[in-house]
């Protein structure tokens, strides 16, 4: 087949570029295009969910790590899954190695199955299915409890083809590889390695039926199918199960490495099921059972002078791995625009913060809550607030997300309630395992809250990583030169807000509406200003009017004012038109009070129309006021 | 000749690599610092190598550790005694000490700093103990073990693992195991949630039974197996968690209500034995002759009308105070005399729990804080030790440090006590081993030896309820998860018999 290509690409040197093509170019170029776009969306399209996901993972340079990944079956596998994700870190950096690694495999793919250039994407196939086991992810980011998850099938379906290789080209090798493979590649690569031995074994028998083997060889691949069977059921469970791992149960053995806590024993969390995460994982060894089967069957294949046959192969290969990989590729907006917003909150760019809030029509309500933090941080909350998209997008995962396990702790952190911060890293670390972002919570929080030598056990632990080892250090030197912590700007607000008495509360889960009750029922002297604003801004939230007259009052009193902000004057207007008892003597704008005059007008107008209906004709005009969200934005959830 | 140049080669590399003692030094009149604190601690000569790294700086490092004409010279920041050579200093040093020499290095300058000693005990420690591992958590929990260490080496095994049962979404906790005489052929541990229930071992045949009854407050808690008799007392409680918005403490585990009742392993029947409800009452011991019940008890906060029970304490919990009470039991009838206050620590503002009789009868080992029952999230806890004899207490300064201890219990003989603490980083409890003279005062306690000196900076679990076995669990993991797979036998309830 190779010396084919050679003569197509020799026949036609003289001729134009498209007229040299050949069926072996066409599949490298539409390869190569693969690749490249896809390193491209990863690089540069999803760059904040690819550092999001080393932030939700970790990898320590040190033995007691890998004692504690190696206790478990395929411990070994989630240990280098982990070492590559952290390359995200570095967004271009992560998606090159992982691509590289994805080429990595194709190349392995075509060589171990004998595939031909001119039928090259075929290798892409199972490069799709793995790359959408991943890609799919989302929100399970923060649920999937396997380190190194994100890498996990890629690495081991190139260890399992290493092997096949080994069993294809060295015959003599074949019984005893696929056997250690099965045996011992079970601890280091848990299920991958059990289906990879049964792919290997099928393979081989094919290559012995298709091959000029005696039926001798035959039978003995069709009974050596047999044993690699019986050793996938056995070794698990009867060898492993009662001799080595006494933490895993029974059931769950013979899928080490596979999120069966998460989609399998949680299935009925979901109701809506959770079987497509499963579908490329599922089908990965029958594309491998595929190509074994039509190893040695492609050279010539559509060679003749009837291409077509092969030029619609081609096409559906194609058009099958760009839909798969198109299908299961999470693009969900808000989970975007929450990743940014994260990692410009690590990078203290709160103007970038409020402003990647405007990238989504329908915010979840942790865009919102990062944002009027954002807000609150650059002076603006009483002022723009109300200015952002607004509302209570359902979260595109098909269970319940609850911000306590998400971005949550960022939110207490900056609101100064440090213990609860502290309180869910170690909550989630215990249920997912301690991720960089849970340990750079922790260092802040038990930093600012004075108990330095806890901040200092969560601080050595990231001097042990390769990327958090430098802000490891810098958070070192504040606990021992302390009196610098106060002075450093983005310590500022969580120190102001952290200036409350001891209490004894629960937050349920509900990071905002906890924050909300929270930052309500504080009534503190020291720098009462920035905690009264966000507890009008929370108050009108909850449009609670009680309340916002309440908080209204303290902020009033904390001192002079030069002026009330926007919304606060539009909620003042707003209150005491829907109150006539109510007066007040704070000064409103002339423009707030005309705006709000046409805007009760327009309503007027429209008596009886419901207001869902309503809701679109006024954003245009009255989208950043309060009044629309007072009456338009309705049914805020929070999780 | 080829290995006769080998053998040279290697002579050479050996030499060069084996560390000595530098013969020019200055002195720095001041002790290193290592990690873990090592120094000046008394040890068991049946203890696993004490492993420690100097903390001061340096380019190189030399630690020389004698006793008694033997000697061995390490190189390096960490010191880590093999096995055999840590055999050969304690045999050496039985009642006396080994000495530390530290020396370092800058810039090839050596410096020497003030020796310090491990004091090597005659009195021998149990051969294993036992303890559960768990994050530091408050409501979360995921992969939990209750695991037994061979104390003369760092083999550590799971005793049970949740995970060999567990499932989601349900989870499984596991807690409060607790053996009969520091024998493992009577045991026991509570499993929570899915399959729950109490996994018994009598005489080395272990079932699982269902503690709840109708007429008692909830299925057994704390355990205590009674040393003589086939009983076993149970603090049952209503407990829930609350968070401190500030406090360094965290978190405050309360009790809504507690009793104690007695379970008696022959008839498979419970009692109750305190169920005041005006009281909380918690923590039950035995006397060494199973003759007398001690426990812990609190008056319950004064709540307003209408207000429910978990509000009242949670506005009032610092005025949640336990004393140490106790009550003769009569092992012929089952019935129990009257209460009697042995330490009152309500009186004094204090609130004290876990208490732990001495196997010799004399001493009453407890841990004692501000306020509430749940001890190991306060740092101000403290162990202290009452002469039961004489009514005095004392702090075991020794072994205390300023942030929670907790968690105590004794070694077999009453020589060694185990308790947990939280010095290290105020977070993850810790093991602790302290000598008890014949005073009933303690040594300077050291840390539970691992094989590596930094094991605790990375391990992410606490431990939690140590107890002392004189032998190991014979029951593997796999067979104790069969049984918690079974049906839990329900056991009756019966009313209390008086005294008469």
Redesign the interface.
């Given at each position: 087949m190779k010396n084919t290509d050679k003569k197509d690409v020799a026949a036609a040197p003289a001729k134009g570029f498209f007229a040299t093509l050949t069926a072996a170019k066409v599949s490298k170029i539409v390869v190569a295009v693969f690749f490249v776009a896809v390193w491209a969306l990863l690089a540069f399209g999803e760059g904040a969910t690819l550092f999001r996901v080393a932030e939700q993972s970790l990898f320590l340079y040190n033995g007691h790590f890998l004692r504690e990944a190696m206790a478990l079956p395929a411990g070994f596998l989630s240990y280098i899954g982990a070492f590559f994700i952290q390359f995200f870190y570095y967004p271009v950096l992560g998606a090159t190695v992982y691509v590289a690694l994805l080429a990595a495999l194709y190349l392995l793919t075509k060589k171990v199955f004998d595939i031909p250039a001119r039928w090259s994407l075929l290798a892409l196939l199972p490069v799709a299915l793995v790359l959408a086991y991943s890609t799919q992810l989302g929100y399970w980011i923060f649920y999937i409890k396997i380190q190194g998850f994100y890498y996990m099938a890629l690495l081991s379906t190139l260890a399992s083809l290493l092997v096949a290789w080994v069993c294809l080209k060295y015959k003599a090798l074949y019984a005893p590889a696929v056997i250690l493979w099965a045996v011992g590649g079970y601890m280091l690569f848990g299920a991958y390695a059990l289906g990879g031995a049964v792919v290997i074994a099928v393979a081989s028998l094919v290559d012995r039926i298709k091959g000029r083997y005696g039926p001798l060889y035959v039978v003995s691949a069709a009974l050596m199918l047999v044993a690699v069977c019986v050793l996938v059921y056995a070794v698990p469970q009867g060898m492993y199960h009662y001799n080595i791992y006494s933490n895993t149960m029974l059931s769950h053995m013979p899928f080490a490495g596979l999120p069966v806590h998460q989609w399998v024993d949680n299935v009925e969390m979901y109701p809506n099921g959770i079987f497509e995460y499963w579908l490329p994982i599922a089908l990965l060894p029958v594309a491998y059972l595929l190509l074994a089967l039509l190893r040695g069957s492609l050279a010539d294949s559509g060679s003749g002078k009837k291409c077509w046959p092969y030029a619609v192969a081609q096409v559906v290969v194609a058009a099958c791995v760009v839909a798969f990989t198109a299908v299961y590729w999470y693009g969900d907006v808000n989970f975007d625009v929450e990743n940014k917003q994260n990692k410009a909150m690590w990078d203290e760019d709160w103007e970038a913060v409020a402003a990647y809030a405007m990238d989504s029509k329908l915010p979840t309500r942790q865009i919102v809550l990062n944002k009027n933090m954002a807000l609150l941080k650059l002076g603006r909350l009483g002022e723009d607030a109300f200015k952002y998209p607004d509302g209570s997008s359902d979260i595109a995962h098909p269970g319940v997300v609850h911000l306590t396990q998400t971005g949550g702790m960022m939110n207490y952190y900056q609101y100064g309630k440090f213990n609860f911060c502290y309180r869910w890293c170690i909550e989630n670390a215990v249920e997912y395992g301690w991720r960089a972002e849970y340990l750079k919570h922790a260092v802040r929080c038990m930093l600012l809250s004075g108990q330095h030598k806890l901040a200092m056990r969560y601080i050595n632990i990231l001097k042990e990583t390769l990327f958090y080892r430098s802000w490891a250090c810098e958070m070192e030197e504040y606990v021992n030169e302390p009196q610098k912590i106060s002075k450093q700007e983005e310590f500022r607000m969580p120190l102001l807000m952290y200036k409350y008495p001891d209490a004894l509360e629960l937050d349920d889960s509900y990071v905002e509406v906890y924050l909300s009750k929270s930052l309500s029922n504080i009534h503190t002297k020291e720098d009462a200003r920035l905690y009264a604003e966000a507890a009008v801004v929370f108050a009108l939230v909850r449009k609670d009017v009680n309340l916002f007259w309440d908080t209204m009052s303290r902020y009033i009193n904390k001192g002079k004012l030069t002026r009330v902000p926007h919304h606060f004057q539009e909620a003042i207007i707003l209150f005491t038109n829907l109150n006539k008892d109510i007066t007040t003597n704070i000064p409103i704008d002339f423009k707030v009070k005309s705006r709000f005059e046409s805007f009760i007008s327009e309503v007027k107008k429209l008596k009886g129309m419901k207001e869902e209906e309503m809701a679109p004709l006024f954003i245009e005009e009255y989208g950043d006021t309060y009044w629309y969200f007072y009456f338009f934005v309705r049914n805020i959830k929070t999780n | 000749m080829k290995n006769i140049a080998l053998l040279f080669v290697s002579a050479v590399a050996m030499l060069a690599c084996t560390p000595s003692v530098p013969s020019k030094y200055n002195a720095t009149g001041v002790a290193p610092q290592i990690h873990p604190d090592y120094a000046d601690v008394t040890v068991p000569v049946n203890i696993a190598p004490l492993v420690f790294e100097i903390s001061e700086k340096g380019d190189d490092y030399v630690t020389r550790l004698s006793a008694a004409g033997t000697e061995f010279v390490f190189g390096g920041k960490e010191v880590a005694p093999s096995q055999e050579e840590w055999g050969e200093l304690v045999a050496a040093a039985v009642g006396g000490e080994i000495k530390a020499e530290v020396f370092t290095a800058i810039n090839d300058k050596w410096r020497a700093f003030n020796a310090f000693s491990i004091k090597v005990s005659p009195d021998t420690i149990d051969a294993y103990i036992s303890y559960r591992l768990i994050?530091?958590?408050?409501?979360?929990?995921?992969?939990l073990?209750i695991s037994q260490r061979k104390l003369s080496t760092y083999e550590e095994?799971?005793i049970y693992?949740n995970?060999?049962?567990?499932?989601?979404?349900l989870g499984q906790c596991i807690n409060c195991h607790a053996y009969k005489n520091h024998r493992t052929n009577n045991m026991q541990f509570h499993v929570r949630q899915y399959k729950g229930g109490t996994v018994v071992v009598n005489n080395g045949k272990a079932v699982k039974l269902n503690l709840a009854t109708d007429s008692t407050l909830s299925a057994g808690v704390y355990p205590a197996f009674n040393p003589k008799y086939n009983v076993i007392a149970y603090s049952v409680n209503k407990t829930g968690q609350?968070?401190?918005?500030?406090?360094?403490n965290?978190?405050?585990v309360q009790d809504s209500a507690s009793d104690i009742i007695l379970f008696d392993m022959n008839n498979l029947t419970v009692t109750n034995v305190a169920n005041d409800t005006t009281k909380l009452e918690v923590f039950p011991w035995w006397s060494p002759d199973g003759r007398t019940l001690y426990y812990c008890s609190s008056h319950f906060p004064k709540r307003a009308p209408g207000q429910s029970a978990v509000d009242a304490e949670?506005r009032q919990?610092k005025t949640i105070k336990y004393s140490v009470l106790r009550r003769s039991y009569n092992p012929e009838t089952g019935a129990f005399g009257a209460v009697d206050t042995v330490f009152n620590a309500a009186k004094m503002g204090k609130s004290a729990t876990f208490p732990r009789v001495s196997p010799c009868g004399k001493y009453l080992l407890f841990a004692m804080a501000e306020y509430g029952c749940f001890h190991i999230w306060h740092q101000d806890a403290d162990l202290y030790m009452m002469n039961l004899e004489t009514g005095d207490f004392w702090p075991l300064e020794a072994a205390n440090s300023q942030y929670a201890e907790s968690y105590h219990s004794w070694n077999s003989t009453g020589r060694w006590i185990l308790f947990a603490s939280r010095r290290?980083?105020?977070?993850?409890s810790r093991l602790y081993i302290a000598h008890i003279g014949d005073d009933g005062r303690a040594e300077k306690a050291f840390l539970l030896p691992q094989q590596?000196a930094?094991?605790y900076?990375?391990?992410?679990r606490s431990y939690n309820v140590p107890e002392f076995m004189v032998e190991p669990v014979q029951i593997?993991?796999?067979e104790f998860?069969e049984v918690v797979e079974q049906d839990a036998v329900t056991v009756k309830y019966v009313s209390p018999k008086s005294e008469n």
């Open positions: - | 994050p530091p958590s408050y409501v979360a929990y995921e992969r073990s095994k799971d693992n995970m060999l049962v567990t499932a989601e979404p609350i968070f401190h918005t500030k406090h360094a965290k978190v405050e949670v919990y290290d980083d105020t977070n993850y590596n930094d094991f900076d990375f391990f992410d593997t993991p796999q998860a």
